[in-house]
């Protein structure tokens, strides 16, 4: 196996470094890590580079039993010599590709069943209607009823919220993305269909974090690992992180985006 050590940071193009290294050389599995974090690749796989990634470790959020196996389990020198490692890594990553193509089918299987419910959903919601009112209604009645619920989810646009009228207002300025939306003086964040309305700029910040890390986890991930302002970093696995050298100012001016993910409040 190759292991791939960088100082915290420092980790732009690393993966593909190590994984060209373990192409090149034939090495079934490599490792990534800055010392806090480690990252257990198998880099034959299909996929994304992190779609590849076994495990990911972080020293300082496991607890010390769990590090302790994880470490043991892929690298531990005797396994590795043995296989035993490579047969670990192969099984619990077969068990991680198969909870992600759950999670990419489950909404696909949902709204096929919606679309053409089969006599199963039919007679469960035939069923659930006769024990709340004590009638039981045809299938047909409650196969128009899915198809109006569904008509109504997919037809109805999204609605803008209504702007409040100021005594000097702004000049007519309104900027739309798939994400977000200006008008006036105010902040709407458009995401997926829905309408949010933080409070302040630090708040649009913070929901606008946890929005894209609900629907990609990797996305602090890659988000941290890019270059920001030029003396500290925006979010960080440790808010120590954001603010070096001004532990009072990591403590004051941090706000926790999800757990074990930091950022910072002051934005310039």
């Known amino acids: 196996m190759f292991i791939e050590e960088k100082k915290v940071g420092i980790s732009d193009g690393a993966d593909r470094q190590l994984f060209e290294y373990a192409f090149l050389q034939g090495v079934p599995m490599a490792i990534f890590t800055n010392g806090q974090e480690w990252n257990f690749y198998l880099p034959g796989e299909q996929g994304r580079y992190d779609e ?6 972080d020293l300082l959020e496991r607890d010390i039993e769990e590090s302790v196996y994880r470490l043991e389990r892929y690298l531990q020198y005797e396994r590795v010599c043995s296989g035993e490692a490579l047969k670990a890594a192969r099984s619990d990553y077969q068990n991680v590709a198969r909870a992600r193509e759950i999670e990419a089918a489950l909404p696909k299987a949902w ?7 089969d006599s199963l959903l039919l007679e469960l919601l035939a069923d659930k ?3 709340l ?3 039981k209604p045809d299938l047909d009645v409650c196969s128009r009823f899915i198809t109006t619920v569904m008509r109504k989810h997919v037809d109805v646009p999204p609605q803008y919220p209504t702007l409040p009228r100021t005594r000097n207002p702004l000049p007519a300025e309104r900027i739309e993305t798939d994400n977000w939306v200006r008008a006036g003086s105010e902040c709407f964040i458009m995401f997926e269909g829905k309408t949010y309305k933080p409070g302040s700029a630090i708040e649009t ?3 606008l974090f ?8 990797g996305f602090l991930d890659r988000f941290a690992a890019m270059k920001h302002g030029s003396k500290r970093k925006y979010i960080a696995r440790n808010s120590l992180e954001l603010y070096p050298d001004r532990p009072d100012l990591a403590k004051q001016r941090s706000v926790e985006i999800i757990p074990g993910w930091w950022m910072g409040k002051k934005l310039q």
Not at 52 to 57: E, P
Not at 111 to 117: D, F, Q, V
């Open 52 to 57: 590849r990634r076994v495990y990911k470790l």
């Open 111 to 117: 709204k096929s069943l919606l679309e053409e419910p």
């Open 129 to 131: 209607v006769e024990d």
């Open 133 to 135: 009112c004590g009638y």
């Open 205 to 207: 910040m913070l929901k």
């Open 210 to 217: 946890q929005l894209l890390a609900e629907a990609d986890p």
